[in-house]
């Protein structure tokens, strides 16, 4: 059976008959309903858990397509910058397409499991002594001279390829959320699902559009500034970028679906991070967790429930009245970065390997 964004998303993307597919069978992940942010919330919360993607983010869904391209085009190498995820998603593609993939990182900012991941697929790994946004804007330089594909969002490809999450919610749905939270780094990911909806609204498949929720870290927050960062900052290593690719993009996604970009504290981050794991059994990254703090934040500024109200009816099919959803974008895997797992709990005790000693632990005796 097809299989992987491409196969299953072919009328909604730029391939044709001579585009050879390179896959690892991304995309199609769940969407996991969240009882606890529920609850809490007064609104019906969805989790689309990207981080059940291949390489463990939702880079994947863009990757396939823009290697595939790639390898239409005569390329034998792909570079990107990254803070983490493209690096790990372009070596593992390029594997796949057997030809070369460089990265550039900005040592010491990329959380520890995606670097292995490079490395493991034997990227050739470059770390810079500068931030992801330096490391951007040397990528952009070698392959305007050089024949290097870019496989950063600046590609269209890629944002061609992960709007396919848009069409994925609006098929389990059968319509599109009232609202989507996302984190926004780069910007390419809010800017993908937005054109994703919109083109499934033009085709029929749905009939309203979600309100975009974008969030970025406080310390990294150039949107919401409305200038760039020179030097930002947050333990959400993923989004740690000061002069995002898709500024506009991002800002259109918020102004057309009369959304909103906001901040979140690096406190509130790592808050909904925990509670995800604790509350809902699911583990995200850090930057991923920036959707739920952000949606959080929201809902005791009482945002949703003046929404409800002031909100128009629409068009019922059904008796029932349309009840509003929430979807989270959850980006990475949790696994990433296990360094954070382990700062943010209580390092296990340590007893004698007998009986007695683990009962007294659990109290059993
Ligand atoms: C988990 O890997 O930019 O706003 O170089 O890894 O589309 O940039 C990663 C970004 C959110 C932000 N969540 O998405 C990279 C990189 C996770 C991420 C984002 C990233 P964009």
Not at 104 to 111: D, F, K, L, N, T
Not at 162 to 180: M, N, S
Not at 296 to 304: A, D, H, P, T
Request: with cysteine; charged share 25%.
């Amino acid at each position: 059976m097809p299989s992987g964004v491409i196969n299953h998303y072919k009328d909604f993307l730029p391939v044709n008959e001579k585009t050879p597919i390179i896959t690892l069978d991304e995309g199609d992940t769940p969407l996991i309903p969240a009882p606890y942010l529920s609850r809490f919330i007064g609104i019906d919360v969805f989790l689309k858990y990207e981080g059940l993607n291949p390489t463990g983010s939702f880079k994947d869904r863009g990757m396939t397509l823009a290697v595939s391209k790639a390898v239409e085009d005569g390329y034998k190498a792909v570079i990107c910058a990254s803070t983490g995820n493209t690096s790990a998603s372009a070596a593992a593609y390029a594997v796949r397409a057997k030809i070369k993939s460089v990265v550039v990182i900005p040592e010491g900012a990329i959380a520890l499991g995606k670097l292995a991941q490079a490395l493991i697929h034997n990227a050739q790994v470059i770390a810079i002594k500068g931030n992801f946004d330096a490391a951007l804007n040397i990528v952009k330089e070698i392959t305007k001279k050089y024949p290097l594909a870019l496989v950063n969002s600046l590609n269209p490809y890629r944002i061609e390829g992960q709007k396919t999450a848009a069409f994925e919610i609006c098929d389990a749905l059968g319509r599109a959320p009232t609202y989507q939270a996302i984190p926004v780094g780069n910007a390419g990911n809010i800017t993908a699902y937005w054109k994703g909806y919109k083109e499934y609204k033009a085709k029929g498949k749905i009939k309203d559009l979600p309100r975009m929720l974008g969030f970025q870290a406080e310390g990294a927050a150039p949107i919401v500034k409305g200038y760039p960062v020179k030097d930002p900052k947050t333990i959400a290593t993923a989004i740690r970028i000061g002069n995002p690719a898709s500024w506009k993009g991002a800002e259109q996604a918020r102004d057309e679906s009369r959304g909103l970009i906001e901040s979140v504290s690096d406190e509130q981050i790592l808050a909904a991070y925990k509670l995800l794991a604790e509350k809902e059994g699911v583990f995200v990254e850090p930057a991923s967790a920036a959707s739920v703090a952000g949606v959080i934040n929201l809902s005791k500024r009482g945002y949703f429930k003046r929404k409800a109200q002031s909100a128009p009816k629409g068009k019922l099919t059904g008796q029932a009245k349309r009840k509003a959803q929430i979807v989270c974008i959850l980006t990475g895997h949790g696994l990433k970065d296990p360094d954070r797992a382990i700062q943010s709990i209580e390092k296990p005790k340590v007893v004698k390997a007998n009986v007695e000693a683990v009962l007294k632990e659990i109290k059993f005796s």
